[in-house]
């Protein structure tokens, strides 16, 4: 019970205590009269009770939605663009559906702009760019895509900071990036299917994607095969749970064989499920420490070369604004940042401290999540989507890992019982304890005779359905979406903005002016990453003078403001046109002092690709 409820109730009680202690009352409370009866003259003893009064026209607690959509299952890929869709209609002054390019297959690469026009162009604004699903068994991000494109517009003019957000960011939102593997995954038998579907030859005998798993017992899902063969098998059923096949120990006889995954060997070579749809890794094929194949498996010939891949990166060159990076990926509960390799060395220290502040954060934001470097905290990868965007594309560029089993059983009661190995929810047994009792069986399929085509008589069975590990249950799936929003939200909140704050004119002479003014960026992460400044993959950002008659006569970087006396000269041709290089670091002011010839408006403007536009008008006079 809450404080709240407490005190409520004690006023009740006091209420109540007072009506039965009144003069005159004797009877129980069912009993009193109504007011109306009471003899004239008299003023009525007991409350009256009314109809109850009509409190639905007053406004309600909760807000209304505009747009009713469902976080609490998985969307193919006609389901994801019917939301895109509905959202879109819904929103049309915000939003714009729009198409990267074709996957291997010819569907739609489909996506959304989020930008308000009243503030200016998306391609001006410094934008997020938010994608999923290019491995395409890990789905659940394409989900929370969604569901970011319909919190922004269901509280934009309603919550404060969401009204911000969307006036001064665009937002680019991919909810699959492989959606060929996505409705594999949902429609087909692909339990693993992280690939594209670009035919490749996995098992080198010339033939493409000639003997894939198969669904033989049409449930949808990919299972074991197992034989009873009574004294002759090297497995046996577990003793905790019959529903776990366990290997026999040395010396032991089993009652089971395994026969591997569902499947029929078609081209006879004594393998099943052997070369299945395409078999690489699209998360390999971007061209920041891409590998070949020998050195990383899936890398395909060269970077770029896998539609979806080249699709997305087509969009990200031709929208240079992109400051702010998420790829969605699963499992494990993870906020990564590159290198992917250890090899390529980190990251300089201001670019570290960038980086770090965020997952700091954003670990707060996501409990059950680590902030890792890729390499050191995951495996290595060449490559990777994140490694392109940092070092390629200069965006300040992050991966989720979503989806932490740890979340099943979160107390710390329940983490000690974990400990336990006889506890149900010790971590061998928890798959089955939830599934038992939270998902009332809907995530095992149990053992059952099928009779195979060439193995005879088998049972198929004992598999987790591929949305089981990766995926939440889909009843923690808001969760999950909304967590992970939040971050990316709090990501591009803090990606740079450029201002131009305090500025001082002074007369010095006929004409002669000192003009001082503060450039900002009072953001986490700076205009141009040190690392993109040191392969010149971003601009220099630029400080440019515009005004009928007016000149520079000199520039200079005043190196304290409260103690002016040293300054340190800008050594520039164009002193109307000013490069910054290294941009402006996260939350600096930098003072510049212009000595100026001239009257009339002077007019300043800092252009940053990353970190947007500011612009100020100082008058001489
Ligand atoms: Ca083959
Ligand atoms: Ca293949
Ligand atoms: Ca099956
Ligand atoms: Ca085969
Ligand atoms: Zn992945």
Redo the contacts with the bound molecule.
Sequence with gaps: MNNLCRLTTAAALLMAVAVFTSPGVSGQAGQAKPAAQAPAGKPPTTATRATPKDWTQAPSSERPYKVRLDFDRWHDVAELQADLRTLEKAYPKFLKYIVLGKSYDGRDIAGMIVNNPDTGPDTGKPAMYIEAN??GN?IQGGEICIYTIWYLMENYGKLDRITKLVDERAFYIVPTVNPDGRDYFMHGAGGNS?TGHMPVDDDNDYQFDEDGPEDLNGNGIIEQIRKYVPGQGNYKKSAIDPRIMEPVKPGEVGDYIMLGQEGIDHDGDGRVGEDGPGSYDP?RNFASDWQPNYIQGGAMDYPFQLPEAKAVNDFWMSHPNIAGLQTY??NGGMILRSPGAEWTGDYPASDVRAYDELGRNAERILPFYKYLVIWSGLYTVHGGVTDWGNDGLGIVSFSN?LWNNGQYFTSPELKDQQRDPNSPIAPRMANYFFNDFLEFGDELTEWKEFDHPQFGKVEIGGTFKKTFGRLPPRFMNEELCHRNMAWTLYQADEMPKVTLGQSKVEKLGDGIFKVWLDLGNPKVAPTILAKAAMNNVVPPDLLTVDGKGIEIISASWVTDKWRPAVAQSIDQKDLKRIMLRNGLSGRTTKTIQYLVKGTGPMVVRYASQKGGIAEKTLTLQ
Excluded: L
Aim: aromatic letters at 0%; glycine letters at 0%.
């Design positions: 290019i491995h890990e992280r998360n990926h699963n890992e």
